[in-house]
């Protein structure tokens, strides 16, 4: 049987959550300004178009239905036009499908590398100043509760929690890990 949970421990954990959405959003909207200084078009660049960039980034190639798969909550239209905008900044390749030629495939191009290595830079940071509050058993005590964390929602079936955020291991956790 399942002891019950503390009502004020589920709001530190509630308050944990929103200063972590909070602080995401703060990279995601300086990389937007970011993005300005590198290129004229890419500071009208979106939130959801910076998380398509981010897919073709680490998948590579994808076919549209992929995309959409991956972006669950995006319209194949707005998925259309999202692709056509950035096709035209040269963030993307379209071509047909050889395979499929009712199919187009997506790829990335070398241009939005530097958008994807400047704001994993500065999801590092972020994270560095998190565990620059921590000792070193606390750090390792906080990727141990990360692990059972991540482990019972990759065993629930909320449907608001995505496959690729449950799949997120960043680097330094994995360093912290092998030492």
Known sequence: MQTPID??????????IA???QQVKKCTDLQIKKCAELSV????INNQELS???LLNERGTLAVKE????L??????????????LEEYGYINRKLDCNDRRSFLISPTQKIAAIVESYQEQIQSVA????????????????ELYGKI????????????????LSFSPPSIKQSLNK
């Open 7 to 16: 009502p004020g421990q589920l709001e530190y954990i509630r308050e944990f």
């Open 150 to 165: 991540k482990g019972n929602l990759s065993r629930s079936d909320s449907n608001y929690i995505s496959e690729e955020l």
């Open 41 to 44: 078009d890419a500071c009208k």
């Open 67 to 70: 995309i959409a798969c991956s």
């Open 19 to 21: 200063l972590l959405g």
């Open 52 to 54: 398509l960039l981010f």
């Open 128 to 143: 560095y100043t998190m565990l620059e509050a921590l000792s070193p058993a606390e750090r390792l005590t906080l990727i």
């Open 72 to 85: 669950e909550c995006t319209s194949l239209s707005t998925l259309t036009r999202m692709l056509d905008k």
